[in-house]
């Protein structure tokens, strides 16, 4: 960016606690005394989308220069790389621009490595309906469903908390807010263990995915494989 006349700062990673937000069920319980269901992440998220140097400096710039910018790190649409997603449909990424050319220089083969990383990290739709059918998911969520009931928290499934989540706690402060999502989440995490739930859903996905992963072990193994080989250059970097 640097060499195309820019400024650039790298906006933060997640952190190992931030990644467990979205998950099925919550079932760690010390994990959910002290996030409840990640309101501070996506609060700290907020504040990095508008305080961060890099969103301010680009919000600084012309709207010549913020399009230049654009172009620079994202690259166009002339020429880009596309593949076929094994679920349908297809996406496609520009083959140009500085986040490309660093991509290629740590994977080695930008497009080998997109090819692959959009085929292993797409196959959700093909297994996720499966799991959702399975009986020892069904009756596992029934379970866990009994004791949120009996805990006073009568939800049918995680997925009926994440749809009322905001409804839950509207008119509510942050501090209100963050205390009842708390409460929420550190039930929802008992029962979860309890019951199984979580342990349950996440042996599910790992047999269903690694049943879909068998037409795939190409994409797969390079994957794997150009991870650990972009782990080692950024390492040396």
């Known amino acids: 960016m640097q060499r195309q006349g820019f400024r650039y700062w790298a906006l933060p990673v997640l952190s190992v606690p931030a ?20 309101r501070s992440f996506d609060n700290a998220a907020q504040k990095a989308n508008r305080d961060h140097p890099d969103i301010t400096y680009v919000k600084a710039l012309s709207k ?18 596309t593949t076929e997603l094994p679920s349908g449909g ?14 290629e220089q740590l994977y080695g083969d930008y497009a080998t490595w997109f090819h692959a990383k959009k085929t292993v990290t797409s196959l959700t739709p093909l297994y996720v309906p499966r799991i959702l059918k399975d009986k020892r ?5 029934a379970a866990w469903s009994r004791c949120m009931k009996a805990a006073g928290r009568p939800f049918e499934s995680p997925d009926a908390i994440r749809r009322e989540r905001e409804n839950l706690i509207r008119g509510m402060t942050e501090e209100q807010a963050l205390r009842s999502e708390t409460a929420l989440a550190v039930t929802e995490a008992e029962c979860a263990r309890r019951t199984s739930l979580g342990k349950t859903a ?18 797969f193994t390079a994957y794997r494989q150009m991870r650990l080989s972009a782990l080692t250059r950024a390492r040396s970097l």
């Open 19 to 38: 990644r467990k937000v979205g998950a099925y069920v919550v079932d760690d319980i010390a994990w959910a005394r002290q996030y409840g269901y990640g």
């Open 64 to 81: 010549k220069e913020r399009v230049r910018y654009s172009r620079a790190l994202n690259g166009t649409f002339t020429d880009p790389i």
């Open 90 to 103: 297809s996406v496609r990424t520009p083959r140009g621009g500085c986040y490309a050319e660093a991509r």
């Open 137 to 141: 998911l069904t009756n596992s969520v």
């Open 202 to 219: 996440r042996a599910l996905e790992a047999e269903y995915r690694d049943k879909v992963a068998r037409d795939y072990a190409e994409e």
